[in-house]
């Protein structure tokens, strides 16, 4: 695949995109753009393409990545939609819906999607949905640039605001599970390099079992449990701990909140 991809507004999301497809060995041209060029020096000693022309950039490309915020959507497609009319544009924006990027740039095809920042290491799970007007040639385009990325997966549109709430920010959650294995690991005599690495790959090994397991997670507590052992005895004191109500609560409130975020945004 060697499609030209213009990447609108390469910050945290779009820089990491243009980052995982560089590692990955993506074949074609990368274009990023930023207002501040400066910050844009790592991507260009990647072999990116940078520049702060939002228009020319989608002028010369195949693809659009719009990797801006919810509140500069608007702003940004007004001031590139005859650029992109009649190309496919993917949206990594929470919270927009698919109806309302058609009534500012109806002749453009729209893919909603939420990727996480794991793409930076090619493990990110993105999540992504189409406009009634995106082809199965765009399809499997799409589905080619994420693989290269992590996992993905189309999926139904009323289901965006959760895979946010989940996935999106998921790694933000995942950073505290880690960073408090690693304080643990200290707690108990364990130098810092060795408890952060211990538990960083813990969780990476545990996620790809539980996807190999196939919605069977419970069987891992099963796998390493023993009568009297050591860990039924840390098990009895996670299960006091409510851990299982925070995370369920925090993935809530996020899911909340993006809808609120909707609403002030005057989207529908």
């Not at 820089?15 to 790592?42: D, V």
């Not at 919810?70 to 496919?88: F, H, M, T, Y």
């Not at 819906?97 to 993105?126: C, G, H, W």
Request: aromatic share 4%.
């Amino acid at each position: 695949m060697d499609d030209t991809l213009a990447i609108i507004g390469a910050g945290s999301i779009g820089g990491a995109i243009a980052k995982g497809l560089m590692k990955s060995g993506y074949k074609g041209r990368i274009i990023a753009t930023r207002r501040s060029i400066e910050k844009l020096k790592e991507l260009e000693t990647l072999g990116v393409e940078v520049t702060n022309d939002n228009r020319k950039a989608a002028r010369e490309a195949d693809i659009v990545f719009l990797c801006v915020k919810p509140n500069d959507v608007k702003r940004v497609l007004e001031e590139i939609k005859e650029e992109i009319a009649g190309k496919l544009v993917i949206s990594t924006a929470a919270t927009i819906p698919l109806d309302y990027y058609k009534k500012l740039v109806p002749r453009a095809r729209f893919i909603r999607s939420m990727p996480n920042i794991a793409i930076l290491v090619q493990e990110s799970f993105t999540a992504y949905t189409c406009d009634n007007e995106v082809t199965q040639h765009d399809r499997e385009k799409v589905k080619k640039i994420f693989s290269l990325l992590g996992i993905c997966q189309e999926v139904e549109e009323k289901y965006m605001d959760a895979i946010t709430a989940l996935s999106g920010s998921g790694p933000g959650y995942i950073s505290i599970i880690i960073e408090a294995l690693m304080y643990a690991g200290l707690k108990v005599g364990l130098p810092r390099d060795l408890s952060l690495r211990s538990a960083a790959q813990t969780v990476l090994g545990t996620g790809k079992l539980a996807l190999q397991l196939d919605g069977h997670v419970a069987e891992i507590k099963d796998m390493v449990t023993t009568p009297g052992g050591t860990t039924i005895e840390a098990i009895y004191e996670l299960e006091g701990s409510q851990i299982r109500q925070a995370l369920m609560r925090a993935v809530e409130k996020a899911t909340e909140k993006s809808r609120i975020i909707r609403e002030k945004l005057s989207l529908g």
